[in-house]
């Protein structure tokens, strides 16, 4: 009996510590539970000896349980830190635009939640991926269905979701950062006035003449009664005037001056309204604006050019229209060039003396709106041009004398003949809609109509001072119509 006794303890001593070791080995993602196998061998062991075991044996198991469970304890602690561990080393994702707030339990992440949606629809072991709370308290209060790992802490979420929606409260809101204007450096800042001021380099006032001696950017503001912006660069170079709500007469030259630079921009600053005007003594530099290089203008404020003296608008190069809103009013051209003019957009409304566009070289209308009305002289023109006449696109409504048509033309155009006089109302119908209404400020022989909106088979007529002409239908590039 006693032989039984010391190998039953021996059995059992055995199965403890195989139980033991298995109990060293739990899984990595084991939440601390314990592991089946090592509760079914200690229920076997525990039913062997139940009639048997000695005081001895009794108390040996319970010290090796008592071991045993220790273990356990152990290996469960040990498994919960890993996982707080884990939990609290989330990396929070950056924001490719805005910022990441945390602050009393509100997350605010840029893409990364929404509505109080997880990125992913789903949870990940009970934590959000919208990063850390600031407050140590986690961001979201916890859903129905669950506890957080860690209470608080640092976890990005003190919860589970429910249903791939995030348990919080709320959800901050999405900044998108505030961008800093863009910063524009001028070679030289100018308020014009009785005295004008100048802060940067390159200008200098000589009496009522604000002279450019360099290449740069430089900027325009104020009034000037009796004086000139004059460009004169020592070797050829670049230079950028803005006009931001100038206004400047000159009674003996151009109120702007170009005399020497390699290309001279003017731009017309946003929402300004800038008015230039000049005398009749100038007969060489005969323009408002006059350049005797390429004069290339854009912007989206306001022009306003008054010619006493001939031209609106003048170059011995090229002039190029880029954009902005002009009115021209002037006793020879409103704009004049010896080489190239090139409209590629704006609005202009133009008033000549003699003619409305004039270009001894090629003239090329890419974009834009414009209304012209030419002058009185047999001879003159609306529009004229010595060489090619290229038209793209946009619009031209131009009535006078006479008038130079196109050479290319993108689609059929129309001259409308009609002897008229100053001040009729033309109102130019395609289509049976109306395009553009005419004012002339002389007395005229034809309308030349270029519309991007004019096909093949389109109706045209006019309507002058309130009576409709014959309709007519489009055929071919070029059609000529009497509207008489």
């Known amino acids: 009996m006693k032989e039984k006794k010391i190998l039953a303890a021996l059995a059992a001593m055995a199965v403890l510590c195989s139980g033991a070791a298995g109990c060293g080995q739990t899984d990595e993602n084991s939440t601390g539970s314990e592991s089946p196998a090592v509760s079914e061998d200690l229920s076997a062991a525990s039913d062997t000896e139940q009639a048997d075991e000695s005081s001895e044996a009794d108390e ?29 080393s989330t990396t929070v994702p950056t924001a490719k635009k805005g910022t990441i707030k945390a602050s009393s339990g509100t997350t605010s992440s840029s893409g990364n939640s929404s509505s109080g949606n997880s990125s992913s629809g789903n ?13 140590g308290n986690g961001s979201s209060s916890g859903s129905s269905s669950g506890n957080s790992s860690s209470g608080n802490g640092n976890s990005g979420s003190s919860g589970n979701t429910s249903g791939g929606n995030s348990s919080s409260g709320s959800s901050g809101s999405t900044e998108e950062p505030t961008e800093p204007a863009e910063e524009v450096t001028f070679t030289a800042e100018i308020t014009l006035g ?16 604000v002279l450019i001696s360099a290449g740069g950017d430089y900027y325009f503001t104020g009034s000037l009664p009796d004086g000139q912006i004059c460009v004169s ?17 000159c009674s003996w030259g151009p109120a702007l001056f170009i005399n020497e630079a390699k290309r001279c921009t003017v731009e017309l600053a946003e929402g300004s309204v800038n008015v230039l005007t000049d005398g009749a003594k100038d007969k060489v530099n005969d323009g408002v604006v006059f350049s005797n290089d390429t004069l290339r203008i854009k912007g989206s404020g306001e022009l306003v050019v008054n010619s ?5 608008i003048a170059s011995d190069d ?35 003396g003699t003619n409305g566009i004039k270009s001894k070289g090629t003239l090329n209308i890419n974009g834009g709106t414009a209304l012209v009305s030419g002058g009185t002289k047999e001879e003159k023109s ?20 006479m ?82």
């Open 60 to 88: 040996s198991s319970r010290d090796e349980s008592s071991s045993a469970d220790k273990k356990e304890k152990a290996t469960k602690a040990s498994q919960e830190k890993k996982s707080s561990e884990a939990a609290a």
């Open 308 to 312: 006493n003296n001939a031209h609106g």
């Open 403 to 484: 008038v130079t048509a196109p050479t290319t033309s993108a689609n059929p155009y129309i001259v409308a003949k009609h002897s008229g006089s100053a001040g009729d109302s033309v109102a130019l119908i395609l289509d049976g809609v109306e395009q553009a209404v005419l004012s002339p400020h002389n007395n005229y022989r034809c309308v030349l109509i270029l519309s991007p909106e004019i096909y093949d088979g389109s109706s045209f007529y006019a309507n002058i001072n309130g009576s409709d002409t014959a309709e007519n239908t489009i055929s071919g590039t070029q059609n000529v119509f009497e509207l008489d």
């Open 318 to 352: 090229d002039v190029i229209i880029e954009d902005g809103t002009y009115y021209i009013t002037s006793v020879k051209s409103g704009i004049f060039a010896h080489n190239d003019i090139t409209i590629n957009g704006g609005d202009l409304t133009i008033f000549g």
């Open 194 to 209: 009785s005295t004008p001021e100048v802060i940067g380099s390159n200008v200098t006032v000589d009496g009522n003449t």
């Open 382 to 401: 609306s529009v004229y041009a010595a060489g090619a006449f290229s038209y793209t696109g946009g619009y031209l409504f131009a009535a006078g004398n």
């Open 233 to 249: 660069t020592v070797t050829e170079e670049k230079v950028k005037i803005v006009l931001d709500g100038v206004d400047v007469t």
């Open 123 to 135: 949870s990940s072991s009970g934590n959000s991926s919208s990063g850390n709370s600031s407050s």
